[in-house]
């Protein structure tokens, strides 16, 4: 968190790529029980976090593909 800042940017992505697609589509990117996320899920979370490092210009960023 301390290079994402305190909201946490992985966060704000991949909660507005859930309010694009919605409630119903959401659903792929979770397992049954709605906490714990799905590979599909895991992938979008992983999306974030880049999109956030790269967005915040963090040292880390290089590290990415």
Known sequence: RDVL???GLGDVYKRQALDRIGQEGAKAYYNRDHTH???KG????AQGIAEGLRATDSPL???LK
């Open 37 to 39: 996320t799905s590979l």
């Open 42 to 45: 895991a992938q979008l979370n």
């Open 5 to 7: 800042g305190s909201r």
């Open 61 to 63: 960023a290089r590290y």
